[in-house]
Structure formats: C-alpha cells, structure tokens
C-alpha cells in the first residue's frame, strides 16, 4: 500500500466494488497474522488503509484502529441541533454533561482509560446523555464505545476498568516486536471486544456464511468471559437485566466445566422444560460436540428443566423414594403415585373443610403459596408443627386459631391426594431433595456443577432440591438471575435455603440484545416499583445501557379494537416490505386467547401470523404468542399487543390473589410486560385501545 501511514496495511479484493482492510503483523517465529479491519467500497477502503494504523494503547494496553487525526464530525456529534437563528437572544451555554453530572475529567478519561485528548475533549464537551451516546457510536473501537457507555451512565473509573479488563494488561516481553507484542495484546479483554482469532479455515467459513439470526445468542463478550472460566469457592451469583448475556454466560461455562473436567457431571437447568430445551439447542449451537449426559450422574452436561430433573432423581431412588417421602407428610406413600400440578386439588379441599377464615384467604392461590414457601420447605406433618414455625415474606399474619383453619384444609389436601394417588411436582421437589440428603456423601454427589438459569422464579422448594443435588464445595452452584423478571411465584431469600452468596455476587449491565432507545423504555416500565434480590438487596436498574442505537419504540393509541388490528397490520406489512424476516417478527398478548384474537385480526386483513404455544420459531410467517411464552426469546421486531387497560395487568391474576399478596401479583404483571418489551433488538411497537394500561400511564 502507497504512502500509508501503517507500512502493515494492505487491501484484499472481495469482489469488482468491495475490498477488505487488513494488517500483515510478522512475528519471530515466522508466523504470519492479518489483522482484519472491515470491507467497504473500493475507494473508501484504499483511503481507511492509508490513514488508519494499528497501534497498542500506551495506556490501557489494548489493540487498536487509530486514524492519523480524528474527524471532525466524531467530535460534534450533537443531534437535531440546527444552525442559530438570526435576531433572536443566544439561549445560556449547556453544562458539559460529563463534567458537571460525574466529575468526570480530561486526566480520568487520558491517564486511567486510554482515550487520546482529541476524543476525550470531544466527550466531555457533550452537554448530555444522548450527545455522548451519539459521539461513542462513532468511535473506530470498540473499548472506547464500551468506556463511553460507562461514563454516559456515571460508572465509576473503576467499574469502567474493571469491565474492560485493563488490570490484565499484557507487559511487553524482552526481545520481542511490536508485531509480536500486538499479536500477544489481540488477546487482551479490551482488544477481544474488537478482535477474535480465527484458527482454521473452517471456522473462518462458518463465520462467512453463518447468516444465523440466533448466532449472537452464544457468543461471549469478553466483558463476560472471565465468569465462564473462573473457580469459585462455592456458589456464585450473576445478575443483570435482560439481554445482558447471563444465559450466554451459563452455555460458555457449562462447555468450559465439561471441557476441563470431562469426566464430571454439569448440569445446565432452567425453570421450564420449555427453555431447558432453548438451553439445550444454544448450547449446540455453541458447539456441536459438547459431550451431552442423557441422565443425571453421568458424565458432560445435562439440560432440563427443574421438574424433569426432581423426578429424574425420583425415579433413580427406586424403593427408597416412599422412605423419604415420609420425611415430608409423616408415613412413607407408595411410590407409583400420578404426577397433578400444584394448583390442582385446593379448590376441591377449601369446599371440603368450609374453614373459619376470611373470604379474602379462601383462595386457591393463598394455600398453593403456602403449601409451597412454608409447609413443604419447612417439611412440616403435623398441626403442631405449623403452629411453630416462622412464615417470612408471607404477607399476611396468621394467629392460632388461623393456623389450625389452614391446616385443615391443607390434611384435607393431603388426604385426597393419597386417596387418589397422586403427587404435585412441588412435592416431588421436596422428596427427592430428602432422598438427596439421606443418600450421604459416602455415595457421591449426581452433580459436581449445577448451573442455574431464570433463577428468580424458582421456589424454596427448588433451591432445597438444587443445593443437595450438588452438595457443597467449589463452582458447585452459579445462578443466573434478573429480578425484574420474576413473573412467577414470590420472593425467596437463598441464604434460608443453605445457599450463602455473600462476596460472590457480580452485576452485568451492558445490554447486547436490543438498542437503547428499546432499553429505556423497558426499563421505564419498572418506575416507581420496588424489586428485592435473592439476598433481600434493593435491586435498581441504574447503569444499565446499550451498545446499539435505533428508533424510538412506536406508540399506537386506536379508539376501538378494530382501529387497533388495522394499525398493527399495517405496520407488519411495511416490516414484510423492507424484507425482514417474518420469522423475527412477533406479536406478543397477555393471553392465549388474545394471542388467538391478534391472529384472526391480522389474518382478516391479509397478514398471515402463526400462533405458538411453545417456543419453536423459524417458520416463514410472522407469530403471535403469550408474553410469558416469549421469556427467554428475541425476536427482531416487536408489537405489544393491546396494552389497554383491563387486558395489562391481567384482571384475573389479580382478583384470584389475596389482597395481602395483590402487591406482588401487580409486580410480577409490571415485570411481564417489561419482559415483552425487551424481547425486541431493533424496533417494538406497543398498542392499545381506548384507555392505556395503569402500567404504562404510570411508566414510559
């Protein structure tokens, strides 16, 4: 290459109009790496390779694209500001952003990140969040658009450090050159946010042609990465908001356990059969030749859900299986009892017994939550012991004479389930981490790894059941959880439960799934609401941010329903017409049925959607779910369909709580649509009809 100003450079011709940048960096050894930069048009791409070099920060240690002066326009990237107008007052001068908000300064941003003075003036002369959003979207690498993120959401300097893992800094070896020096730092936290080795040309093909919507959902930032590969000297906690990589985390280590350690047994779980199989797929897709167990004790990972998982081990107990159960109802059961869900019998017991309670108790829902976070998980069989034991988080109190009601209705439970021979899937859960417990350690543990997902929806009777199937001891439990997306069940606090995560807890905040603007408004849906962590923590939502930028998330007010379905067709008939990918598109209700009505209104009107109940996608019409199908998916684009009020939150999840548990129930319809609406990566739509939803009058 002619006169560039980096003698490494050179341009590979990718067809007539297209040609690609690279760098030749010649090591010691002989051995040859190029640095591939990007393809652009011909002309464009001849002057990238002869203004732009690839240096090694001095400062932070990372591999970077440098041009020989910054362009102007990085440096003024105030939008919407147009020129000023003649004859009218000058409005005052806006504070610097930065500066004035964080007291951020040019020696914070030169001498403890790496940022050139050009760039870091440029930075803090923002004069807001959006400006400085608008400048990191223009910068050549990526640490310096991560670093902008932090300092545009008021990270700390240490924080900001610390995710672009500056404190690995790889020293210069004697003798070597600065070929041999970069190719070593392309290995760096903060250059692997840019850079990733390609070892053969197979990997390389697989890259090439992948075209895989779903590819981005295995890979690993290296924000991320030190979590897939770290010891830990018992369980280990990873938090974040969704989109933040926390599943991503759990497939890359559950191959990296499975790797070191071929022999053990790792399981990878999630609270439903239906994302254990969403685990599963990832995790071949990750790597087609993960070793993976059929059952639990054997060798390589093992994915299910939670459910399949206590009856697995219920079926390994064989005989002993009645033993441990007596444990949990006071007499050993037969062991060929059905399986019925755990709502199933209360109505019937509550009819049964007529209890001396109040109406607002006479809920099936109030017994089921009690039955689940005390009497099972306390493993109580008698009236006496109920009216000893502690009910933290319950929500209501309950005197004697209260207690010896419930208790009837819970041995009328009991008794009925025996008659008809039965067994819920919450007592499977705690028999089988009874049967765990008396095995001893003398016969081994069946897990020596269990990896968690969606752990905020789990219930005390899942957290006994995991923490005796992996028994104590290192990187035996890592949990990943988002409480903001607890739509199932109550609160639970896991040091009750035997599992103490204290000073093994990290928070992941860099959202890689949908952009900003969609972030926000997400995240608005949470305002005003108090959520609690596991370790009963307050749990905010302050720094969380995006890498990618795109349009403001559309409202669609209608006056009537019909008015609605037209507006809503017509916007996936434009998304149809720009060639997206009508398998990316989804229209996410509250409800099967409105789910069902979303796809009869669109089809009337020429717009063929596909309901499905499950979560198996990749068909070539665009589809109608339920919201709480929809957790632990991503779909391009998105419309939150009929956010009115009365549909969101849902009247009858509502009016079957009790009232001293309504609260919760309106947290976890608050989380639900928070969970719709970060399912969209590029564009989300939400509708309503008539009057909005409480949910979002009071949010975005």
Known sequence: MNQA?????????????????????????????????????????????????????????????????????????????????VGLPKPPAALPYLESQFNYTIADLVEMLGFDEASARGLLSATSETEVLAIAEKFENAWQ????????????????????????????????????????????????????????DEELRRIIEGGDFGAWRVFLHPEQ???ATRKYNGPFRLTGGAGTGKTVVLLHRARHLARATPEASVVLTTFTKALAENLRRDLERLDPEVQLAEGLGEPGVLVRGLDQLSNAVRGKAGTSYADAAAVIFGAAIEPARSLVGAADGWREAIDDVSPDLPTSLLMPSFFEGEYLHVILPARLTTEQEYFAVRRPGRGVALDRKKRAAVWAVVDRYRKSARISSSLSFPEIAAISAVWLEQRGADAGVLAEHVLIDEAQDLTPLHWQFLRALAGEGKDDLFIAEDTHQRIYGQHVVLSRYGIKITGRSRRLTLNYRTTEENLRYALGLLSGAQYVDSESEQEGVHGYRSARRGPQPLPLAAASNAEMNQQIAEVVRE???????????AILARTKGEAVAARDALNAQGVHVDVITTQQTGGDKPVALTMHTAKGMEFSRVVLYD??????????????????????????ERSLLYVAASRARDALVVSWHGKVSELLAEGP
Request: charged residues 30%; glycine residues 4%; negative net charge.
């Open 575 to 585: 998304w149809l017409a720009d060639d997206v990918d009508p398998s990316t598109i």
């Open 643 to 668: 956010i009115s009020d009365g549909v969101v939150p849902n009247e009858y999840a509502l009016r079957n709580a009790a009232p001293e548990e309504r609260e919760d129930a309106l947290l976890r």
């Open 5 to 85: 100003v980096d003698s490494r450079a050179r341009t590979a011709r990718v067809d007539q109009s297209w040609r690609a940048v690279l760098y030749c960096l010649d090591t010691k050894d002989q051995e040859r790496t190029y640095v591939y930069a990007g393809t652009w048009e011909h002309d464009t791409a001849i002057e990238r390779a002869k203004t732009i070099k690839v240096n090694l920060n001095a400062v932070n240690g990372a591999v970077e694209l440098i041009a020989e002066t910054m362009p102007a326009e990085t440096l003024a990237a105030r939008p919407d500001v147009g020129a000023p107008v």
């Open 225 to 227: 990465a030190r979590y």
């Open 145 to 200: 658009q991560t670093a902008a993120l932090g300092l545009a959401v008021g990270d700390s300097l240490d924080k900001i450090r610390d995710d672009l893992g500056l404190n690995e800094k790889v020293e210069p070896v004697p003798g070597e050159t600065e070929d041999d020096h970069i190719v070593r730092a392309l290995q760096h936290p903060a250059s692997k946010m840019q850079f990733t080795f390609v070892e053969d």
